[in-house]
């Protein structure tokens, strides 16, 4: 069975400071892997994905993921946060052949102050 | 213009009755889904359909009915409301049911069942 696991439910980070969200997976399958965000009393917005080839990869709005295989880990960066980066962030794979099923994770909640 | 759109925004009921959840997309994409949020942001996909065909069933109790009239449209019934199945709904798309594309989500349907 596949698994995500976000290994903080909260980030406090102060604006400007760099910010670093972990993630990890669990499969026996090759997968891909996402970052969606989800700002208040919203949907969730693609924010970067690996498929393959380099394992730094960079998305949107500054941030960037290392896809570290060994380690089965995707861990999302940024940084120098703003106050609007102030979000719920998601770690999700994508099981190969499973007709687009994506496995989130619990999900970081990011709270930037000023 | 909305992507992926989904009525109502909101939605209050009482224990038993059945309600539907509209979900329509502009994109042009051949797959829809389902996902359900719980209290604590954990998301789980539902349903899955791909040109009108159900794909994806995720051990949803039969009491939930997703229906797609035409590839633009999922929409989700639910007979017989229960107290657990309050929550937030997500409808989302993507251009195909491979896991490499992006998934475009609604707004969300905050479904609260007393």
Redesign the interface.
Known sequence: AQSVTQLDSQVPVFEEAPVELRCNYSSSVSVYLFWYVQYPNQGLQLLLKYLSGSTLVKGINGFEAEFNKSQTSFHLRKPSVHISDTAEYFCAVGLYNQGGKLIFGQGTELSVKP | DTA?SQTPKYLVTQMGNDKSIKCEQNLGHD?M?WYKQDS??????MF?Y?NKEL??N?TVPNRFSPKSPDKAHLNLHINSLELGDSAVY?C?S?Q????????F????TRLTVL
């Open positions: 992926v797959t889904y604590k942001k954990f998301l789980k996909i899955s791909n794909i994806i995720e997500f989302a993507s195909a049911g491979g896991n490499y594309n992006e998934q989500f609604g707004p969300g």
